[in-house]
């Protein structure tokens, strides 16, 4: 992508596809399967993909909500960061279980889950989905990450900064730089408006520059993936809108500035805490794996 008008035309079609042609694969047959789960006809580690694929669906029923009737569905994306953690924390506590099962959602989308957290307001369930995030780095789901994409490394770094946690680079395929990234984590906390609106002016457009499901090969065969692969990020900046959150649990101020993508409406944090949802097969499912594994205890 190239400008902020073509980021948006293409969403707004990829959304309305994925609405209309997905719905089966992604939402009613995991619903299908996780019954399966329940009624021994599925293994336990079907359940956490299905959490995922109920996940993208919530998100693009939200986005496609804004981007074709300009509605802001704030229930569509509790939904979707309420399946998407019960996701990693049904397969982090199945890991548990299981020495060689380290599946996980990876951890650049897991990051945005984290964001969405902060977006929402849900400060609680951010500082342990957070901490639970750190494990899986640590530990066998991500075994370290890689170098990229940067946005994830910002995130967590700054997750850390504002809980006090010293992250370990050591244990890490930490990047040597995190490029537009660095000067947002260098004044984080800033208290100087104009230097906040610059700083978020600049992330902004790195943001839609780097925003592309296109994979570019040159001559050699190199390919070289753009920061932002997943469209359901695209006029979301959920890493941007993550720092923002931070900065409002200290009492320090907001995006002033005229940014295009910063002063869509979907792109203003909600002037209340959207309620939590339930969900009755969740439960069941958390139910079922509590009493099939006496003594095991789940992660979130």
Request: charge should be negative.
């Amino acid at each position: 992508m190239r400008t902020f008008n073509e980021v948006l035309k293409y969403c707004e079609k990829k959304k309305q596809h994925q609405i209309s042609k997905l719905k089966n694969s992604n939402f009613s047959d995991s619903i299908d399967d996780i019954k399966d789960f329940l009624a021994e006809k599925k293994k336990r580690s079907t359940v956490g993909s299905r959490f995922e694929y109920i996940s993208s669906w919530h998100m693009w029923v939200f986005l496609n909500d804004f981007l074709q009737n300009r509605q802001l569905n704030y229930s569509e994306l509790a939904l979707s960061t309420y399946f998407g953690v019960e996701s990693n924390s049904w397969d982090f506590t199945v890991g548990k279980l299981s020495p060689t099962y380290d599946s996980a959602i990876p951890f650049d989308r897991s990051i945005m889950h984290l964001g969405q957290l902060l977006y929402l307001g849900w400060y609680a369930d951010a500082k342990q989905y957070g901490k639970l995030l750190l494990k899986m780095l640590y530990g066998k789901q991500y075994n370290g990450w890689v170098a990229k994409p940067l946005y994830a490394w910002f995130v967590i770094t700054l997750f850390c900064k504002w809980q006090k946690i010293e992250l370990d680079k050591t244990k890490l395929k930490y990047p040597d730089q995190l490029g537009v990234y660095e000067e947002a984590l260098a004044n984080w906390d800033t208290t100087d408006q104009q230097q906040l609106d610059d700083i978020v002016d600049q992330l902004s457009a790195f943001h839609i520059a780097q925003s592309d499901e296109d994979v570019v090969t040159d001559e050699d065969g190199n390919e070289f993936s753009p920061e932002f692969t997943s469209s359901d990020y695209f006029i979301f900046p959920a890493e941007i809108l993550a720092w923002l959150a931070i900065r409002k649990t200290l009492g320090l101020s907001g995006y002033n500035g005229n940014d295009e993508l910063m002063k869509l409406e979907i792109n203003q944090l909600p002037s209340a805490v959207i309620e939590k949802p339930k969900d009755e097969l969740v439960d069941q499912c958390k139910r079922k794996l509590l009493e099939d594994n006496p003594g095991l205890r789940l992660e979130i």
